[in-house]
């Protein structure tokens, strides 16, 4: 799993999101809107949605909210023209980003994520610079404690999961976007408790940081999220879990 993956795990158990469950909603928003301009309104038929909708439940949204994303997605209410774009870069310490938005400005959100990455030590790259690093997969998280690895190891390949391995305290399951609903079904009908679930961009490679590097790169990465347009960042970064646990005791 990378630092960033672990990073995410340890805020999502001490529910570090919730003072941001406004700007979570607005993000979730906007997934359900562009997958329902893209794919149609109906979730049975447009995978994408479903999984924006899952994500919208998980966060506990509103039902009207969901129902109107949808809405706005398709046409039948009057919604923003929003525009998927994905910038690439670099932070600190040459940790790899690849920063997806969606925006209805890219004239704002272009020199907001340029001007954010220099102030922390970091650059915005050309398209393609950091994107090879990376594979989208869809990626799963269980908790160890409490799980039989022999058995989590078969559901998860017999639903067609490509790989599961321990990292850490966690079970990590991946396998092809294509098949992340089918074997996260599979688990939750498996009665395998999941601490996190997506589809994600995992690194192929990844550079170290220790105590000292690593506060430097994560709040870069927080500070992105929290720009509006912004809707994930991925990096390639790796280190230890108890160096995040120490970090986020601080916060």
């Known amino acids: 799993m990378s630092g960033h993956s672990k990073w995410a795990n340890i805020r999502i158990r001490k529910g570090a999101q919730d003072a941001k469950r406004g700007k979570v909603f607005t993000r979730i928003s906007k997934e359900i809107m562009v997958a329902a301009r893209s794919g149609g309104g109906n979730p049975d038929f447009n995978p994408r ?26 046409g039948e209410l ?6 998927e774009v ?33 102030k922390r030590g970091g650059n915005l790259g050309e398209s393609g610079c950091v994107g ?28 067609g999961a490509d790989d599961v391995k321990r990292s850490g305290d966690s079970f990590e399951v991946t396998s092809s976007p294509d098949m992340f609903m089918v074997v996260q079904q599979a688990l939750e ?3 395998f408790a999941l601490t996190s679930a997506e589809v ?35 990096a390639n970064f790796d280190v230890a879990d108890e160096v995040l646990e120490a970090i986020a005791a601080t916060q």
């Open 78 to 83: 009057e919604g923003e023209a929003l525009e």
């Open 189 to 191: 009908s498996g009665g």
């Open 132 to 159: 090879w690093m990376f594979v989208t997969k869809g990626l799963i998280h269980v908790p160890v404690e409490g799980t039989d690895e022999d058995e989590l190891m078969l559901v998860a390949l017999e639903a």
């Open 49 to 74: 949605l479903r999984l924006a909708v899952q994500k919208a439940r998980e966060a506990n949204m509103p039902r009207d909210n969901i129902d109107r994303a949808i809405k706005k997605g398709t």
């Open 200 to 234: 994600t961009r995992i690194p192929t490679t990844t550079v170290p940081l220790d105590a000292r590097t690593a506060p430097g790169v994560l709040r870069l990465l927080e500070d992105l999220e929290d720009l509006e347009d912004v809707q994930r960042v991925h």
């Open 86 to 118: 994905v910038y690439e870069g670099y932070g600190p310490h040459g940790v790899a980003l690849l920063i997806e938005t969606l925006t209805g400005n890219r004239n704002r959100t272009a020199p907001d994520i340029r001007a954010l990455l220099g």
